[in-house]
């Protein structure tokens, strides 16, 4: 990987997050003409974050498999460069006693 490329994880929550809104958005659109129920007094906000999220979650984990993967290998690249690094900080500190 580049120095140069963007982090998968920052491209990956911002797609999420899009996808979020788009939703949240459709969501309340839906609730304001009576398309879907509005929520019980005063959680209407509530209801359409939930509709959001609920909508959101399926369509994540369908249309972003690619950035996810592409995230969880940069993960995986850094867990095992820090564990690499740790191994021989402990070698280091063995040879020196």
Known sequence: MSAAKPSAVIRYSALRLLIFVGCFFVAGVAVHFGVVPSGA???????VVLLGLVLSAPLSYVLLRKQRDEMSAQVVDKVDRAKARLEANRAREDAVQ
Do not use: D, L, P, R
Not at 41 to 47: F, H, P, T
């Open 41 to 47: 007094g005063g959680s209407n906000v509530v209801w």
